[in-house]
């Protein structure tokens, strides 16, 4: 990874760092988030260039204190969901002494992307790059992926997850002093729910929370599939939270419905009967299609990954609540 820049610096964590503004034709404004880092990277395991932006939690009330050992959350195709993921997980924190059920802990966003001016870049990101980076080498391309493309596409998510887990998961530790020692969480939705099954399926090093949302499992052979299928008992460890759409079912048109036919036969092959060390939630989410999936089910999705269980947040409330409860004096 040779190239490491700071594009971008749209504020400081606890203070929003202002600069005078060079008149800008409207042609020429570009959108940011709020108190976010983005980065241009160039990696040698993929040989191109990625967009990333970092996104910390704060403490949303003035006084309170830092956050610390936070998770780290890495979402793929950041020019679609990237800011969803940023705002629900500022807009559902936890607060320190505050304990809600239904919260989520302090997480950091880390949003994956490529650098796109253009219309054009933009279509040779859907086109090209995201299906180099996020199919398995040994998968197949959809027809429909296929036809729009020029190119040549040979997949290469192998590379693609070389890069994360060692280009830029170091990367981004070293930008951060909020991030634990845990293991990050990936989160990906059609291919990039795909490579995330693939990045489960080699029990990558650098993750070991998934947040699958309709796995892009367009053809009805998969190799990727087939070997989870086949797995030994005790192959997989790690939390998975995996969704689709009730409009993806085997009796939809959606890719000739072999995308829920796939994610019922991946849901059942990961049994935790069959693997100790997972916990597996999945979900189908009424009324919903392919593109409105991951924008219906991320909050849900996030808490089953990380908030602390309800029952023992109902009882830490009520502890709360009872330790602030004002006893009346006897004389």
């Not at 997989?236 to 009796?251: D, I, L, N, P, T």
């Not at 000739?256 to 979900?283: C, D, E, Y």
Request: charged residues 20%; contains cysteine; aromatic residues 10%.
């Amino acid at each position: 990874m040779k190239r490491r820049t700071l594009i971008m610096n749209t504020g400081a964590l606890g203070a929003v760092a202002l600069a005078p503004l060079a008149a800008q034709s409207e042609s020429d404004q570009v959108g940011t988030i709020p108190l976010t880092r983005r980065y241009q990277i160039d990696s040698e395991h993929v040989g191109d260039r990625f967009e990333i932006t970092i996104a910390e939690p704060f403490p949303i009330i003035p006084g309170l204190p830092e956050p610390e050992n936070c998770n780290i959350l890495y979402a793929l195709d950041a020019p679609f969901t990237g800011g969803a993921v940023i705002a629900v997980t500022r807009h559902n924190p936890s607060i320190p002494g505050f304990p809600v059920p239904h919260v989520l802990p302090p997480t950091i966003v880390v949003n994956i992307g490529y650098p796109i001016k253009t219309v054009s870049d933009f279509h040779e990101y859907i086109t090209f790059k995201r299906n180099r980076d996020l199919v398995p080498p040994d998968e197949p391309v959809g027809e429909v992926i296929r036809a729009l493309n020029e190119k040549e596409i040979v997949p290469r998510a192998d590379q693609f997850l070389k890069f994360m887990e060692e280009e830029l998961d170091p990367f981004v530790r070293e930008q951060t002093s909020h991030a634990g020692p845990q293991k990050a969480a990936l989160m990906g939705h059609s291919y990039g729910g795909l490579f995330a099954t693939f990045a489960f399926e080699q029990q990558s090093s650098a993750f070991d929370h998934y947040l699958i949302f309709s796995p892009g499992f367009v053809e009805p052979q998969s190799p990727l599939l087939a070997r989870i299928v086949n797995a030994q008992p005790d192959s997989f460890e790690g939390r998975v939270y995996m969704s689709m759409a009730q409009h993806e079912e085997a009796y939809t048109d959606t890719y000739g419905g072999n995308l829920g036919i796939s994610f019922h036969k991946l849901a059942a092959a990961l049994n935790p009967h069959r693997h100790s060390g997972l916990q597996i939630m999945t979900n189908v989410v009424p009324h919903e299609t392919h593109g409105g999936i991951p924008y219906a089910d991320m909050l849900p999705g996030m808490r089953w990954l990380f908030e602390t269980p309800e029952s023992q947040a109902a009882e830490t409330l009520m502890q709360w609540a009872s330790s602030r409860t004002r006893r009346p004096e006897h004389a």
